[in-house]
């Protein structure tokens, strides 16, 4: 199994700093981030490159708002990521906002169109190989929802979305 996907809401500007780089060392240095921001967090889990590939077409590009729902954003630790120990993506409120009218505007069905198993694993989906047509209802259904809910709620509190690879 390959990386795991996590999303937190932050505030645009946290106990008064404003770069999301320092936001991300001071929230994701602390080992218990995930407890400190249960309230906030949404796990995606290893699911993550097909569920990019359902919301995009693509197993790593696309267009926005589409994919800024998974690989979207900007990516912080490009140098740090060992310091951290994770991979941070930042995806800043002004994208947060696209993305999330994109998924509350698109029905699972029409994402469901592309679980293709097979074409997933030939575009080179991390996992496409542990997939089979039960997980387009049980994985990615409530996962879709679940980022649905989340975005919403992000967009609508003007929040920023940091998304962990671990």
Not at 13 to 40: S, T, Y
Not at 135 to 142: E, H, I, N, Q, T
């Amino acid at each position: 199994m390959g990386l795991a996907m996590s999303y937190l809401r932050v505030p645009p500007v946290l106990e008064g700093e404003p770069d999301p780089g320092r936001i991300a060392r001071h929230v994701f240095g602390d080992a218990n981030w995930r407890r400190r921001g249960a309230r906030e967090l949404f796990e995606l889990g290893w699911a993550w490159q097909a569920m990019h590939f359902l919301v995009t077409g693509d197993a790593w590009e696309g267009r926005q708002p589409e994919a800024d729902v998974v690989c979207g954003g900007r990516l912080l630790t490009e140098d740090g990521a060992d310091e951290l120990g994770m991979d941070v993506i930042y995806l800043a409120p002004d994208r947060v906002k696209p993305a999330a009218d994109h998924l509350a505007a698109t029905p699972f069905a029409d994402v469901a169109r592309r679980f293709d198993p097979a074409a997933m694993g030939r575009a080179g989906v991390q996992d496409a190989g542990r997939l089979d047509g039960a997980a387009r209802d049980k994985v990615f259904k409530p996962a879709y929802k679940g980022l649905a809910d989340f975005f919403r709620v992000a967009a609508t509190e003007g929040q920023a979305v940091y998304k962990v690879m671990a």
